[in-house]
T-cell receptor
């Protein structure tokens, strides 16, 4: 069964600290892996998209890594800010036919950054 | 500013009533999608449309209907046949339906049915 598992479920860190969120998947065939940020009560916003040939991608203070062999990804946030408080969702594209009709969403990690 | 507009932000309905959620985009995107988000669960695909006048069922289409008469608009109707309609509904679009196109989401409609 195609699944995307994220850990931890929730995380509290102090402003200025770094953190790493994990995503493990069992999706096959694999096309790409995405990270989204979702503020409370709003829609998700894309952070990164990585194909199987990419093992790292950055977007400002956000750096995503991908190990397609072990089917693991991580999202590293550097020098956290209060505005980083949100849910971070890992999404895997499991359809190699060129369609987005088979995106598999993780349940998200809820990050709280405290002053 | 280009983007996706969902309206209303909050919607309350009585059980047994149909309700239509609006989704409009001015990004000139071909593909549009409807997702449902429930607490503690990942997003689930309801319907998607790759071009005007065409749409496909997603994983949880039962009790929902859509139309795609214009490129900019993809309204979702939650019918009385949907057993658990209370949820947060998200509309999204992408340049094409190709796998590497990022999804652009609206800010959702929270539907409460009592």
């Amino acid at each position: 069964k195609n699944q995307v598992e994220q850990s931890p479920q929730s995380l509290i860190i102090l402003e200025g600290k770094n953190c790493t969120l994990q995503c493990n998947y069992t999706v096959s065939p694999f096309s790409n892996l995405r990270w989204y940020k979702q503020d409370t009560g709003r829609g998700p916003v894309s952070l990164t998209i990585m194909t199987f040939s990419e093992n790292t991608k950055s977007n400002g203070r956000y750096t995503a890594t991908l190990d397609a062999d072990t089917k693991q990804s991580s999202l590293h946030i550097t020098a956290s800010q209060l505005s980083d408080s949100a849910s971070y969702i890992c999404v895997v594209s499991g359809d190699g036919r060129g369609s987005q009709g088979n995106l598999i969403f993780g349940k998200g990690t809820k990050l709280s950054v405290k002053p | 500013d280009g983007g996706i507009t969902q309206s209303p932000k909050y919607l309350f309905r009585k059980e047994g009533q149909n309700v239509t959620l609006s989704c409009e985009q001015n990004l000139n995107h071909d593909a549009m999608y409807w997702y449902r988000q429930d607490p503690g669960q990942g997003l689930r695909l309801i319907y998607y449309s790759q071009i005007v006048n065409d749409f496909q069922k997603g994983d949880i289409a039962e009790g929902y209907s859509v139309s795609r008469e214009k490129k900019e608009s993809f309204p979702l109707t939650v019918t009385s046949a949907q057993k658990n309609p209370t949820a947060f509904y998200l509309c999204a679009s992408s340049i094409g339906d190709r796998e590497n196109s990022p999804l652009h989401f609206g800010n959702g409609t929270r539907l409460t049915v009592t």
